[in-house]
Structure formats: structure tokens, C-alpha cells
Nanobody, 129 residues
Framework: QVHLVESGGGLVQPGGSLRLSCAAS????????IGWFRQAPGKEREGVSC????????YYPDSVKGRFTITGDSDRNTVYLQMHGLKPEDTAVYYC??????????????????????WGQGTQVTVSS
């Protein structure tokens, strides 16, 4: 079992940057695919960046490609989401999630093929002037 805790959210102006962290405890993240999802009020949950812990393969949907980067730090057992060029439409609660690496891939997780087993509590990101 793995416990996930997100941090790093906040208020940022359009065009600004934020880095979110997803700290894991319980098991090493290289056993999992880790995904960042977001959900805005009245909208469906969207996978925005996913990384496979065993080979570092990543996946990004077109909505964030070129602006968001997901990376993992095995020493800290933490996954980061670096966000640049933020837009008001990026405003949402951001969650990290984990699924065992043997039953999913980064692309499958971000495209919501199956439900991850583990979720963090979420962190709010607000992009506004």
C-alpha cells in the first residue's frame, strides 16, 4: 500500500509557474505508475501528466503538452509536476494517484483506463490575475 500527499498548490497569475509535489510513503514509487489528475467544478476529472516508475516513460494530453513536465525522484520517493505558462483554465484541484506498474501504463492511466488504487487528498491551483 502507498500513501500519497500533495503539496505546492496556490494562486498564480496567468503565464506563471508552479511546481506540485506528490510525496509517497509505504512503498517505493518505482513499483507504480503515478499520475497527476485535475478536476474543476462542474467538469470531469482529467489526467494531465503520468509517469511510469519502472522506466520513466511519460504521457501528456494535448491540453498541457509543452507546458507541464512530470518527473520522479526515487531518493525522495516523490513525483513532481512542473507547470509553466499557466492559464485560467488550468484552475482546478490537482490530485496525484498511483496504480501498480504491472497493470497499467502512463498513457492508460492518464486516459483513465481503469481506476487508480491510491489517491492523495488534492491541492488547489488557481490561475487568476
Amino acid at each position: 500500500q502507498v500513501h500519497l500527499v500533495e503539496s505546492g498548490g496556490g494562486l498564480v497569475q496567468p503565464g506563471g509557474s508552479l511546481r506540485l509535489s506528490c510525496a509517497a510513503s509505504g512503498r517505493a514509487l518505482d513499483h507504480y505508475v503515478i499520475g497527476w489528475f485535475r478536476q474543476a467544478p462542474g467538469k470531469e476529472r482529467e489526467g494531465v501528466s503520468c509517469i511510469s516508475g519502472n522506466n520513466n516513460s511519460t504521457y501528456y494530453p494535448d491540453s498541457v503538452k509543452g507546458r507541464f513536465t512530470i518527473t520522479g525522484d526515487s531518493d525522495r520517493n516523490t513525483v513532481y509536476l512542473q507547470m509553466h505558462g499557466l492559464k485560467p483554465e488550468d484552475t482546478a484541484v490537482y490530485y496525484c494517484a498511483a496504480q501498480w506498474v504491472r497493470i497499467t501504463t502512463a498513457q492508460a492511466m492518464c486516459e483513465k483506463e481503469g481506476e487508480p488504487d491510491y489517491w492523495g487528498q488534492g491541492t488547489q491551483v488557481t490561475v487568476s490575475s
